[in-house]
Nanobody
Framework: VQLQASGGGLVQAGGSLRISCEASGRTFSNFVMGWFRQAPGKAREFVGA????????WYADSVKGRFTISKDNLANTVYLQMDSLDPEDTAVHYC????????????WGRGTLVTVSS
């Protein structure tokens, strides 16, 4: 399994950015795809996740209403649309995957840096 996150960059506070995670190496029909982030000097935190089949999605309270996860099944890609960005959202964002029956995320991609300027 390979996960490749991309699309990070610099954006002003209040702006939007969409980052992508391209997944390869197997079929993901029974997987959960998650997004995590790690800000400088802080622990990694959960952002949101989606079930590949069925589309159930859930988010951390800190991003609920601002961030949206979607996916393109044909492209095997999961997106994180981030709106109303705040400097507190500055972090390296990672995508991860786990089987629905597992609790821990077993597969991780390299992160993509999102920087929000004030």
């Amino acid at each position: 399994v390979q996960l490749q996150a991309s699309g990070g960059g610099l954006v002003q506070a209040g702006g939007s950015l969409r980052i992508s995670c391209e997944a390869s190496g197997r079929t993901f029909s029974n997987f959960v795809m998650g997004w995590f982030r790690q800000a400088p000097g802080k622990a990694r935190e959960f952002v949101g996740a989606t079930v590949w089949s069925g589309g159930r999605t859930w988010y951390a309270d800190s991003v609920k209403g601002r961030f949206t996860i979607s996916k393109d099944n044909l492209a095997n890609t999961v997106y994180l649309q981030m709106d109303s960005l705040d400097p507190e959202d500055t972090a390296v964002h990672y995508c991860a995957a786990r089987r629905e029956v597992d609790r821990a995320y077993n597969y991780w991609g390299r992160g993509t840096l999102v920087t929000v300027s004030s």
